[in-house]
């Protein structure tokens, strides 16, 4: 009786034991984000596709998993990755360009604690929460989606320098606003 007790954990529990341990390589092929680790040339395995315009690629996506935890307590996971497979390089690799794919994974991140801000502030029904989180998670990436496109038209790829260090400052500047926001694991009560 005590074992059915934490299978309701068991999403959970699979999600950070397949960050923390797992053989399997499509896993070891996700890259979570880290403040203490940014991105290097190493981290992009994929292959441009052939009349690809772009220095490189950063293939990012937030991940949302979620299980009650008992009565109307709820524990969810919400991880920024990276998925070294779909990122990708062609020419030269510098560490300017590099500066401009890593602020793409920090937006990324910026749009992960932001998710994780809304599901703390949001008012779950009981009975669609599976369906609510999805909804929360699918609107930030679409919101995620266009600051990204915003980033590359106005430093046009990193190309403009100057815009480059406007956005890097903004970036870094949002990181901060959302540090409330920086723990992965979210533990929450329905209303």
């Not at 341990?21 to 996700?30: A, E, G, H, K, P």
Request: glycine share 2%; proline share 2%.
């Amino acid at each position: 009786m005590v074992m059915w007790k934490y299978l309701k954990y068991l999403p959970v529990i699979v999600v950070l034991l397949a960050f923390t341990y797992s053989n399997n390589q499509t896993i070891r092929n996700l890259i979570k984000w880290n403040e203490k680790t940014p991105l290097e040339w190493e981290d992009f395995k994929g292959i441009p596709p052939k009349g690809a315009v772009e220095a490189a690629i950063t293939s990012y996506s937030i991940l949302l998993d979620s299980a009650k935890v008992k009565n109307d307590s709820v524990v969810a996971l919400v991880l920024c990755i990276m998925n070294r497979n779909n990122s990708w390089v062609k020419g030269e690799k510098n560490e300017y360009v590099l500066n401009h794919e890593q602020g793409h994974f920090n937006i990324a991140e910026i749009y992960a604690r932001k998710l994780r801000q809304m599901i703390l502030k949001y008012k779950f029904d009981k009975k669609n929460i599976s369906k609510e989180l999805n909804t929360l998670r699918n609107k930030m990436m679409d919101e995620c989606d266009s600051y990204q496109d915003q980033y590359d038209m106005e430093t046009n790829h990193s190309k403009n320098k100057d815009k480059q260090r406007e956005w890097d400052r903004k970036i870094a500047m949002e990181l901060k606003q959302m540090e409330a926001y920086k723990t992965e694991r979210l533990k929450f009560t329905l209303r």
